[in-house]
């Protein structure tokens, strides 16, 4: 397996990861990670898991953004020329 600008392949095959396949994944990520610690939390702990889904309203929105807003940040500081290609 390697990874070369952007393109990743895996045996035989090539997959073209771009920001938004990666954002995609992401969430899906976080989305299973919350509902294992809602079920956990139900059932180990007796606390309330719709706790875990509230606060994903806010959490992974503004970790979205704020992520966003950090790669873009560091790009205009450090002099790249990454936003104007």
């Given amino acids: 397996m ?34 294992h610690g ?3 939390g139900n059932s180990r702990r007796r606390e309330n898991g719709e706790t875990i889904w509230d606060a994903m309203i806010w ?3 503004l970790g ?8 873009v940040l560091n790009d205009i500081i450090g002099g790249g020329d990454q936003l104007y290609k």
């Fill in 59 to 61: 959490v992974l929105p």
């Fill in 38 to 40: 809602s079920r956990k």
């Fill in 2 to 35: 390697s990874i070369n600008d952007g393109s990743c392949k895996f045996f035989f095959q090539t997959f073209y990861l771009d920001f938004h396949t990666s954002l995609v994944w992401r969430v899906g990520d976080v989305w299973c990670g919350a509902g």
């Fill in 64 to 71: 979205i953004i704020g992520a966003r807003l950090w790669y």
